[in-house]
């Protein structure tokens, strides 16, 4: 047996309990691992409410993401053998000591990756760096983050400082710090925002990356002169209602490649800013669930 940590019911975290489930066996496509790290994503607690994802068999093991060994390759899992060390997204939850992943949307762990850094990938890595491309800006140009002090806003950032992109962030007045850290211009989140911004960028920004939407969302767009530049992970409407689009994804095991190799070398840091084992899952789902965390949470599995 093998244990998960999941839910019985949609609803709030009084729903969440350890389960003792067999060990996953993997289907075509797919891998089976076992877990020695999990990442911890508002997506979780989105689809325990049932915000979406709604229609999965319950109960149901939390989490999207996991790294670990591989134990064991289903039919047509082409290009991955028992015992390497991978990464990616999951089928069936990540909050596990077994877990299995789609080989399309899985990638070697490279040596000098630890199991923690790769599990903090697939998800906000992904799609900070999804969202950085998608806009397409150049060095020289300025790139407002909404939301920038989570996973995916931290990596957004560093990757578009690397390319030689300007970066602004909105954020709370405790975040202000963490901001700094990342090499981004603070911007303090909530009403005259769009007058902070232009004060910090007295020609507006050359693209945003939304990651809040709504009335946050509308105020930075007037900022912004080519409204198509606007690229949004969690308010489709709004992107829409103002000249922008929702995140196109690029291929995951390329991408995760891509960002396993900035992590090696020293070029991307995911700021991971607390680990719990898995024992202390529903404590790490908390926090995230609450707003405090910054940065990345992983759960450790033994």
């Known amino acids: 047996?093998?244990?998960?940590?999941?839910?019985?019911?949609?609803?709030?975290?009084?729903?969440?309990?350890?389960?003792?489930?067999?060990?996953?066996?993997?289907?075509?496509?797919?891998?089976?691992?076992?877990?020695?790290a999990a990442g911890v994503n508002p997506i979780d607690w989105k689809i325990r409410r049932g915000l979406t994802g709604k229609g999965l068999d319950l109960p149901?093991?939390?989490?999207?993401?996991?790294?670990?060994?591989?134990?064991?390759?289903?039919?047509g899992a082409t290009g991955f053998a028992v015992g390497d060390h991978v990464f990616g997204t999951t089928v069936g939850g990540g909050y596990a000591q077994h877990a299995l992943l789609t080989a399309?949307?899985?990638?070697?762990?490279?040596?000098?990756?630890?199991?923690?850094?790769?599990?903090?990938?697939?998800?906000?890595?992904?799609?900070?760096?999804?969202?950085?491309?998608?806009?397409?800006?150049?060095?020289?140009?300025?790139?407002?983050?909404?939301?920038?002090?989570?996973?995916?806003?931290?990596?957004?950032?560093?990757?578009?400082r690397e390319r030689g992109i300007g970066v602004l962030g909105t954020a709370s007045d405790a975040r202000r710090a963490y901001?700094?850290?990342?090499?981004?211009?603070?911007?303090?989140?909530?009403?005259?925002?769009?007058?902070?911004?232009?004060?910090?960028?007295?020609?507006?920004v050359d693209g945003?990356?939304?990651?809040?939407?709504?009335?946050d969302a509308r105020a930075a767009a007037e900022t912004l002169a080519d409204r198509s530049r606007l690229v949004a992970t969690s308010d489709p409407?709004?992107?829409?209602?103002?000249g922008g689009s929702?995140?196109?994804?690029?291929?995951?095991?390329?991408t995760l490649a891509k960002l396993?190799?900035?992590?090696?070398?020293?070029?991307?840091?995911?700021?991971?800013?607390?680990?719990?084992p898995l024992e202390q899952a529903a404590e790490a789902l908390a926090e995230v669930e609450a707003g405090h965390a910054r940065g990345k949470l992983i759960l450790e599995v033994s």
Do not use: C, N
């Not at 901001?179 to 007295?202: F, H, K, N, Q, S």
């Open 1 to 36: 047996m093998s244990k998960a940590f999941g839910f019985t019911e949609y609803g709030g975290p009084q729903h969440q309990v350890f389960l003792d489930r067999p060990v996953p066996v993997p289907g075509p496509g797919q891998l089976q691992i076992a877990v020695r």
């Open 60 to 75: 149901a093991v939390l989490g999207v993401e996991a790294a670990g060994v591989v134990e064991a390759v289903g039919e």
């Open 104 to 160: 399309a949307s899985a990638a070697r762990k490279p040596a000098g990756v630890s199991f923690l850094q790769a599990a903090a990938l697939p998800v906000a890595a992904a799609t900070g760096y999804d969202g950085v491309e998608d806009i397409g800006l150049k060095a020289g140009q300025t790139l407002l983050v909404l939301g920038i002090a989570g996973g995916v806003g931290s990596v957004a950032a560093q990757i578009a």
């Open 179 to 204: 901001v700094e850290e990342l090499g981004a211009t603070w911007i303090r989140y909530g009403d005259g925002a769009a007058e902070r911004i232009l004060a910090a960028a007295p020609e507006g």
């Open 208 to 215: 945003i990356l939304d990651l809040i939407g709504g009335a």
């Open 237 to 242: 409407g709004t992107a829409a209602e103002l």
């Open 246 to 254: 929702f995140i196109r994804r690029s291929p995951a095991g390329p």
């Open 260 to 276: 396993a190799d900035l992590v090696a070398t020293g070029r991307l840091d995911q700021k991971i800013t607390a680990t719990y």
